[in-house]
Every structure is written in structure tokens, then in C-alpha cells.
């Protein structure tokens, strides 16, 4: 099976250009392209951005090796006619963290990225977005380093797997709302990290982005 090491390096091999001035098309240095060409790292949130709008890369074809036209035809035999389509989702060029937070940047820049309309369903495209997952407190609900994770800004209340913001950390945590003690716990999904329970004045600058629908794991 293909890696993402190797379907960088064909887009670069497509591309025609030497390696660095592929890695120059993507504002990086030569030694970190070749890096990611050898398998020694992923490409970050910024480069899968780059090579999104420099040469209209498919997203989800260069984390999991499958095409989206693929996705929806495999789709479109288990599913409605509808399923057979792909819908655009904005993709923020901003990590949440499966840890303690990373900060939130409201000037975040966006790239577009399709998926087949059931990863979605029944949500509507344009109130659905994606960012990528930093740290490991969430691989027990199957949210690894680096996974892209879909939410939509439409459902935000009760319990459940969510994009979260405090104070300025972006987090994607399990939420559990107590309303009769005012009280918000955030529960990761690894034994290593302890509960966090956010009382009074945390409320304050607590908010639930969205709720989580699916994710993409690079591999």
C-alpha cells in the first residue's frame, strides 16, 4: 500500500520540478520536503494547505491513499443517489489539541477540502469544518496525531465528543455539562490525562465550537 511519503513525493515527481524548488512552491526548506518524502515526518496542516491551492491536490486522497471520487463510488452502492457526491468543507490552517490546548488564532487561514456528502450527513457542507488533531489524549475514542477532524457549528449542546475552546486553547475533548452544578467536565479518552472540571469564572471563557462527526487518519 502507497504511503503519504510516496504520493508526495509522485506529486512532486508530476510536478517537474527539482526538489528545491517544489519545496520553494510550498514556503518550506528542501531538507524538511525531503523529509516528508522519506517518511521521516507528515506533512503539516500548513503544507497540506499549500499543496491544496498550488496544485489542487486531493486532501483526502494524499492522507488515505483514497481518490474521493473512489470513496463516493464505493458510497453510492450502500447509499442514496446523494452519496455519490462530494461537498466542499473549510479546512482551518489551526490545530485543536487532544491535550491541554493550543491557541486560538482568529485570522486563521482556510483551504477547501472535499469529502463524500455521507462522511456529513445530515449536516450541510458550509456549516461544517475541519481542523487537524495534535497530541495523543484522544486515541481511545480513534482521534491520533495529526488526524483531520470534521465538526459542524449546528450542534453544539448536550454530551458528547466536541471542538472547544478555553480562554484561548482549542481543544477536542468529551464534554460532559452538569447544569445543576454549573459545572463543565472535559474527559480525554487515554488514562494518562486526568478529567478537567471547569467551575465559575472558567465558564466564562468556555465555549463548544461544535460537535465532532468523523475524522481522517493519515496512514
Known amino acids: 500500500m502507497q504511503t503519504i511519503s510516496a504520493r508526495f513525493g509522485s506529486i512532486r515527481t508530476g510536478s ?7 519545496a520553494e512552491t510550498l514556503g518550506i526548506h528542501p531538507m524538511v520536503a525531503g523529509d ?3 517518511g521521516k515526518r507528515d506533512p503539516s496542516r500548513d503544507v497540506l494547505i499549500r499543496l491544496a491551492r498550488v496544485y489542487s491536490v486531493d486532501i ?36 485543536a489539541a487532544a491535550g491541554r490546548g493550543i491557541e486560538i488564532d482568529s485570522y486563521a487561514e482556510t483551504a ?4 463524500p456528502t455521507s462522511f456529513i ?3 450541510r457542507s458550509e ?27 449546528d450542534d453544539c449542546e448536550g454530551s458528547g465528543i466536541f471542538v472547544v475552546s478555553v480562554d484561548s486553547a482549542l481543544l477536542v475533548k468529551r464534554v460532559q455539562i452538569d447544569k445543576g452544578d454549573r459545572q463543565v467536565t472535559l474527559l480525554s479518552e487515554n488514562p494518562l490525562y486526568a ?17 465532532v462527526l468523523a475524522s481522517l487518519h493519515r496512514h
Open 112 to 115: 477547501i477540502i472535499n469529502v
Open 121 to 123: 450527513s445530515p449536516y
Open 36 to 38: 516528508i518524502e522519506l
Open 60 to 95: 483526502t486522497w494524499l492522507l488515505t491513499g483514497i481518490p474521493t471520487d473512489t470513496c463516493c463510488a464505493a458510497d453510492s452502492r450502500e447509499e442514496s443517489t446523494s452519496s455519490q457526491f462530494t461537498v466542499p468543507i473549510q479546512l482551518i490552517q489551526q490545530e
Open 127 to 153: 456549516r461544517v469544518r475541519a481542523v487537524s488533531v495534535r497530541g495523543d489524549s484522544m486515541v481511545g475514542a480513534g482521534l491520533e496525531d495529526g488526524d483531520l477532524v470534521f465538526f459542524t457549528i
Open 16 to 22: 517537474g520540478l527539482s526538489k528545491r524548488a517544489f
Open 195 to 211: 478529567p478537567r472540571v471547569l467551575t465559575g469564572s472558567e465558564l466564562d471563557g468556555f465555549k463548544i465550537e461544535g460537535r
